[in-house]
């Protein structure tokens, strides 16, 4: 036997708003008959109820905050909840907009039985903090009836199952409108009473449709379904409840992200380099804020602490209203090699200084100095990236003075020279071809200069020495 388990979701688009006050009584409303259809609750306990009106909900919760159904949302979500599970299960199925089907009877070797593998399931969808319904069938049709009808049944005993799924009347099946019409003519009102029709009697009174239904809902008929494939990258949406216009404000809803970043990252042992941050702002504007980790991160408390540092220089032109964070590069997770007991207590890695260093300066002010072999000086050194490995740097025993100008100034003042001259005759392979005597001279003012004079007898200061 086949064993199937659904997870409906009924307040899916509620429970994807982000609320930081739990006592505020949330509803959503079908914007075509303006009744309430989710609602959470703070508003159950304002005697609230689904199905209501609007006009009669508001007049009796007068603090309640409502927002128009929007199935997209839900389907969206609902994709989010699939590419969660399945780092622990195969084999779903997407019901948009509410529902899951998972197949239980290929994962039962790996977990070991029903049980451990609901408990896996059940601790998994403890991180997305959202509320639903749940039961195991012998086909996805009993699957679903006993799902939506909230009895939350973990069981493979197909006789048991079956005995539930007869109790249930034909307006909790996913027959057509018409189908359910069209047997309550005949008497015919619970699935007890359908499925003690005789197979032939379904065929000859009825059309093709409700045969199929009833095979499939007994499982004696194939129920075709399409599998979820999930990309291999993070994205996950958030709609906040409230305009936000304080940056500060920012970093609950974002540190909910970030923690679900950091279950996704655990499970494939990888780590994030950096991150994208799109803010859907009110008008239609969107903007795009980036961070960045040299040294690569996947814990929510240490990418927060990098989204603290680069938010601190934003300014908002206009309200916040919803939050989208991806992964733009990762990769896996490199062996530390630390002691297992003390770990690392108190120290910063380079990487980790340059990490921060980008989130507070900005990625472009932070550089590494790298050394070239142009004997040149203006040449010396260029700036690259601060993560670039830096090669090994020969000594030599010229003397140079620690502080370069990048431009060499006219020499105004007296000096004494003390060293030299050192003579530099090359650049000819790019067309800065240089003719330098260099000295080491002092100036009255006790300054230790590093002077050249050109073929035309004009000098030049280029550096000081310390």
């Given amino acids: 036997m086949a064993l199937w388990l659904y997870l409906h979701f009924p307040n899916l688009q ?46 009796i919760c007068h603090e309640l905050q409502v927002h128009p159904y929007d199935p997209e949302i839900e389907e969206h979500a609902l994709l989010e909840i699939a590419q969660w599970l399945y780092n622990v299960t195969s084999d779903i199925s997407l019901f948009p907009p509410q529902g899951l089907l998972l197949n239980v009877t290929n994962m039962l070797s790996l977990y070991g039985g029903l049980t451990s593998y609901w408990q896996t399931i059940e601790r998994h969808l403890q991180h997305l903090q959202l509320g639903y319904q749940y039961s195991t069938g012998f086909s996805p049709l009993a699957a679903i009836m006993l799902a939506k009808s909230n009895k939350n049944h973990i069981t493979d005993d197909k006789s048991q199952l079956l005995h539930w799924v007869q109790q249930h009347p034909l307006t909790a099946s996913e027959l057509a409108e018409k189908h359910i019409e069209s047997l309550q003519r005949i008497g015919i009102e619970t699935i007890q009473q359908l499925l003690a029709l005789p197979m032939p009697e379904l065929a000859r009174r009825f059309d093709i449709d409700l045969v199929n239904y009833v095979g499939r809902l007994l499982g004696q008929f194939k129920h075709p379904v399409e599998y979820y494939h999930p990309p291999q990258s993070f994205s996950r949406h958030l709609i906040l409840l409230f305009d936000i216009e304080n940056i500060q404000w920012l970093e609950k809803p974002l540190s909910r992200l970030l923690h679900q970043l950091e279950a996704f990252l655990k499970l494939r042992d990888q780590v994030a380099y950096e991150l994208q941050l799109t803010l859907h702002q009110r008008d239609n504007i969107t903007s795009q804020v980036y961070f960045t980790s040299a040294s690569g991160d996947y814990l929510a408390s240490a990418w927060l602490r990098l989204c603290q540092l680069t938010m601190e220089s934003l300014i908002l032109d206009a309200p916040v209203q919803e939050l989208t964070l991806s992964v733009l590069r990762a990769a896996e997770r490199d062996s530390l090699d630390t002691d297992l007991f003390a770990g690392q207590q108190g120290r910063q890695t380079s990487l980790e200084l340059i990490s921060a260093l980008q989130a507070k300066l900005g990625r472009q002010r932070v550089q590494k100095v790298l050394y070239t072999d142009d004997p040149r000086p203006e040449h010396t050194h260029r700036l690259c990236e601060p993560t670039q490995e830096m090669p090994a740097i020969e000594k030599h025993t010229a003397l140079r003075p620690c502080f370069i100008y990048d ?13 030299g001259p050192e003579r530099l005759l090359t650049g000819w392979w790019d067309n800065d071809e240089i003719t330098r005597d260099y000295f080491i001279a002092r100036s009255d003012q006790g300054q230790w200069l590093w002077v050249f004079r050109t073929p035309q007898q004009q000098w030049f200061v280029h550096g000081q020495f310390s």
């Fill in 14 to 59: 509620l429970d994807k708003l982000f609320c930081d006050h739990q006592q505020t009584p949330l509803a959503v409303v079908d914007p075509q008959t303006h009744r309430l259809v989710q609602i959470n609750q703070a508003a159950k306990q304002q005697g609230l109820t689904p199905g209501a009106g609007l006009g009669s909900a508001a007049a």
């Fill in 407 to 419: 431009t060499p100034r006219p020499l105004h003042n007296k000096v004494r020279l003390i060293h």
